[in-house]
């Protein structure tokens, strides 16, 4: 069981909007504006592509935005494209002594 | 470029030791944490530690502690990860990723080592 709760699996059609949730505790999550959100397509590594709840690196689509209310992160993917579907994971620092937890993962599918 | 690559994939038996690698380059080695992170057969992500090349500190998740060892040396700008006595449950891949000392998140990952475990 992972650290951090996120749907198994969502979708969408293409231009339409999605959003995953991840749900942690006061002690991470909620705790610290740490989260970050990770896609992984199949047999490759995963990518940063949120980072402190609602920052995007350089490179990664404005198409992809992250928000925070309490203890649930979300990431929303708009105008969704058949390349956006993947495995998306996210992931907190934790005042635990773990230090770092992950969600288990949203399966996305692009209908 | 900024890079993290890893070395190959790797097929041991029960009990037999290990090492893995993670090259930096592209950057200065010795400026990131080097975190290693799990992913096993159809499963999610699992962060395992991390090590500060700089000085080789390392912190370990509570699952990982005593089961591996990370290291690095910095002079040839490379972290490890390492099993002395592997089990059948220690089959998956590898990622090692950095991250800044002063940020959350891990920006550069390498593309992994898948290590096979079987008798």
């Known amino acids: 069981q992972s650290a951090l709760t996120q749907p198994a699996s969502v979708s969408g059609s293409p231009g339409q909007s999605i959003t995953i949730s991840c749900t942690g505790t006061s002690s991470d999550v909620g705790g610290y504006n740490y989260v970050s959100w990770y896609q992984q397509h199949p047999g490759k590594a995963p990518k940063l592509m949120i980072y402190d709840v609602s920052n995007r690196p350089s490179g990664v689509s404005n198409r992809f935005s992250g928000s925070k209310s309490g203890n649930t992160a979300s990431l929303t993917i708009s105008g969704l494209q058949a390349e956006d579907e993947a495995d998306y994971y996210c992931?907190?620092?934790?005042?635990?002594?773990?230090?770092?937890?992950f969600g288990g993962g949203t399966k996305l599918t692009v209908l | 470029e900024v890079q993290l690559v890893q070395s190959g994939a790797e097929v041991k038996k029960p009990g037999e030791s290990l090492r893995i690698s993670c090259k930096g380059s592209g950057y200065s080695f010795t400026s990131y944490w080097i975190s290693w992170v799990r992913q096993m057969p159809g499963k999610g992500l699992e962060w395992m530690g991390r090590?500060?090349?700089?000085?080789?500190?390392?912190n370990y998740s509570p699952s990982f502690q005593g089961h591996v060892t990370i290291s690095a040396d910095k002079s040839i700008s490379t972290a490890y990860l390492q099993w002395s006595s592997l089990k059948a449950s220690d089959t998956a891949m590898y990622y090692c990723?950095?991250?800044?000392?002063?940020?959350?998140?891990?920006?550069?990952w390498g593309k992994g080592t898948t290590v096979t475990v079987s008798s």
């Open positions: 090590i500060d090349p700089s000085d080789s500190y390392t």
């Open positions: 992931s907190s620092y934790t005042s635990s002594s773990t230090l770092r937890v």
């Open positions: 990723a950095r991250r800044g000392f002063n940020y959350y998140y891990m920006d550069v």
